[in-house]
C-alpha cells in the first residue's frame, strides 16, 4: 500500500517541480542522494572507497523530453567517465535509457549509449556501464538494446544490464542474458507492476530472486545481487560456500546510504560490496521510490526536518 502511494507520488510532475527546486527538499534528499554535482560524486565515491567498496555512479534523470536535453545527459556522463579515470576510483556508472532520450529519438540514444560504452572500454583499466532497468513497458527495448551492444566489436565486458525478481518473464530474460556472456545485476524491481505481469508477494518475489540469484552465481559469469535484504544476503552466502564459487566470483550491491552497517559487515567479511552512488538535480523520483520502500524512512526524514 504504502509503496504503490509512493510509487504513484514519484510520478506527480507539480510535487517534483516543487521539491527538486527548494532548498528544504534538496537538504531532504541527502539521505539517499550525494549532491548535485560531479564534483560530489567523486567526493562520495572516494570515501566509499576508502571503506573497501566499489561504487557505481548514477546522475540522476529520467524520461527526457528532447535530444538536447538527451544530448546533455550523455555529455554529463562522459565527464563522469573521465573523473573516474582522472581520480583512479573505483567506479563505473549506471545509466537509464529514458534518461538517454530513448522516448524522444531511439537512434540519437543508441548512439549516445554506445559512445559511452565505448569510451568505457577503451579506459585503463576498462569501465563498465550498467544499463538500469526501468518499467515494464521498457523491459524488453532495453534487453534488446543491450544485446545489440554487447555485440558491437570491443564492448562485451563493457555493457551490462539489470534483471527485476518481480517480473514472471526475468528467467527466460536471464537464460537469453547469459547465453551471450552478459553481466547481470539482480534486483528485486521498484516500479509499480500488474499481478498478470509480476508477482505480488514479498514471499513470492524473494523466491523467484534467490532462485534466478543461484542460476546468475553459477553461471560462472561476474554478476551483482543488488539488495539489502539480510535474510538473502545469507541464503547467498551460505551457497556461495556450499557450492565453492569464490568471494571474487560475484559482488553484493546496495544502495548510498542504506545499511552501512551491513556494507561494512560484508566487507569484514571478505565479500565484494558496491555502492549505488546517485547524484544530481533530478532525485525526485528516486528519492520517493526509497521513501516508499520502508516506512521507518518517512518517520526518519520527518524526524530530522523537524530537528532542522
Ligand atoms: P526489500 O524487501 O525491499 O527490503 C529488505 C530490507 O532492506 C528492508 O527490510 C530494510 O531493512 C532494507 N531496505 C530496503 N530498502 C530500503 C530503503 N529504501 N531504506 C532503508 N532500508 C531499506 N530497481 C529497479 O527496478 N531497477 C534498477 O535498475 C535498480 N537498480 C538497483 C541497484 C542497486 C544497487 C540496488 C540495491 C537496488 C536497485 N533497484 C533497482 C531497487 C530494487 O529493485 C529494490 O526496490 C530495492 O533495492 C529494495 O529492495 P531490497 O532488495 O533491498 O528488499
New binding site residues.
Given amino acids: 500500500m504504502l509503496r504503490s502511494f509512493f510509487v504513484h507520488l514519484s510520478e506527480n510532475r507539480t510535487l517534483r517541480n516543487f521539491a527538486e527546486r527548494s532548498a528544504v527538499g534538496r537538504r531532504v534528499s541527502g539521505r539517499?542522494v550525494a549532491g548535485t554535482q560531479i564534483a560530489d560524486a567523486v567526493r562520495s565515491t572516494q570515501a566509499v572507497n576508502a571503506a573497501g567498496m566499489s561504487v557505481?555512479i548514477d546522475n540522476l534523470g529520467e524520461n527526457v523530453t528532447n535530444p538536447d536535453e538527451a544530448r546533455q545527459s550523455a555529455e554529463l556522463y562522459q565527464q563522469i567517465l573521465q573523473a573516474i579515470a582522472n581520480n583512479k576510483l573505483n567506479a563505473n556508472i549506471?545509466l537509464?535509457l529514458t534518461h538517454m532520450g530513448l522516448d524522444v529519438d531511439e537512434q540519437l540514444s543508441r548512439d549516445l549509449v554506445s559512445g559511452l560504452v565505448a569510451k568505457a572500454a577503451a579506459m585503463n583499466p576498462p569501465g563498465f556501464v550498467?544499463v538500469?532497468?526501468?518499467?515494464s513497458p521498457y523491459t524488453q527495448r532495453t534487453l534488446d538494446f543491450v544485446h545489440e551492444l554487447h555485440r558491437m566489436p570491443g564492448n562485451g565486458n563493457s555493457v551490462g544490464t539489470?534483471i527485476?525478481a518481480?517480473l514472471k518473464r526475468s528467467e527466460k530474460d536471464i537464460e537469453n542474458l547469459l547465453a551471450e556472456g552478459i553481466r547481470i545485476?539482480l534486483?528485486?524491481?521498484?516500479?509499480k507492476e500488474p499481478a498478470s505481469i509480476a508477482f505480488e508477494s514479498?514471499a513470492d518475489?524473494?523466491a523467484n530472486?534467490i532462485k534466478l540469484m543461484k542460476t546468475l552465481m553459477k553461471s560462472g559469469i561476474y554478476h551483482?545481487m543488488?539488495?539489502?535484504?539480510?535474510n538473502?544476503i545469507r541464503e547467498a552466502e551460505a551457497f556461495a560456500r556450499k557450492e565453492k564459487i569464490a568471494p571474487e566470483a560475484f559482488e553484493f550491491?546496495?544502495?548510498y546510504?542504506?545499511?552501512r552497517d551491513l556494507q561494512q559487515s560484508l566487507v569484514r567479511d571478505g565479500w565484494r560490496v558496491?555502492?549505488?552512488i546517485p547524484f544530481g538535480t533530478e532525485w525526485y523520483p528516486y528519492f520517493m521510490?526509497?521513501?516508499?520502500?520502508?516506512p521507518?524512512?518517512v518517520f526518519f526524514i520527518a524526524r530530522n526536518m523537524l530537528r532542522s
Fill in positions: 539517499f557505481s549506471s537509464k550498467r538500469d532497468m526501468e518499467g539489470v527485476q518481480y545485476r534486483c528485486k524491481g521498484a516500479y514479498k518475489v524473494d530472486y551483482g543488488a539488495t539489502h535484504d539480510e538473502i550491491q546496495m544502495l546510504g542504506i545499511r558496491r555502492v549505488y521510490r526509497r521513501l516508499g520502500e520502508r521507518a524512512n
